[in-house]
């Protein structure tokens, strides 16, 4: 067969011509069947066809709960913990997200089982990345801080979610502001919603 012929779709066996034509550890894959792939997993996680068809099976069960997700709370700001109290459900999403291009990956409260918060503060003088990729001198007198958190999750797909709460930095003269506060209710929210479930030996404060 041709470089360029026609290859077909490891999963559904669909034919794939030659304008797409993505390639997977354990072969061809179709634009469809590829789009139901977990944006949170790598591909080269797919060794072999029945662990390309385990998370496909994974992700429609997925869909399922997304179906009946319920939103009770929304945390953070360009990056955001979206929370089903009700169905004990949670999933994460961008700013905007619509979920119409990639459908998100819901998981169960009980799935997640540790997490770490990260305040990083650039003292005045130093630079800071802006979110536009521009880099700022901290002026004196105040420092710039982000504000993120880490979950550790129980899932054969993928095992942390790294979220960054605020979508500016913040520059400010006094980490006692309502600003700077906000933000770390927001990490603490974070973290006592998911303390019964926590399984690491060290203790989260």
Known sequence: MSLFGKKK??????????????????G????????????????TKFTDVDRLKEHLEYRKESSELLEKFQITRIIGEKERIVIDDKNQLVLFATEGDKWTKRQPDVIHFDQITGFDEYIEVIDSGDYYESSEGIENEVPKGYVSCNFSF?????????SVMPIQINRDEL???DINSAEYRKYKEML???????RPYYRSARKIS
Request: proline letters at 6%.
């Open 150 to 158: 880490i979950l550790t999750i129980d899932s054969p797909w993928f």
């Open 28 to 43: 061809f894959i179709c634009e469809k069947c590829s789009h139901q792939i977990s944006p949170l997993v790598k591909y």
């Open 188 to 194: 603490d929210e974070v973290k006592e919603t998911f």
């Open 171 to 173: 520059i400010t003269d």
């Open 9 to 26: 779709c490891c999963s559904c066996g669909e034919n794939i011509g030659a304008f797409y034509r993505k390639k997977l550890p354990c």
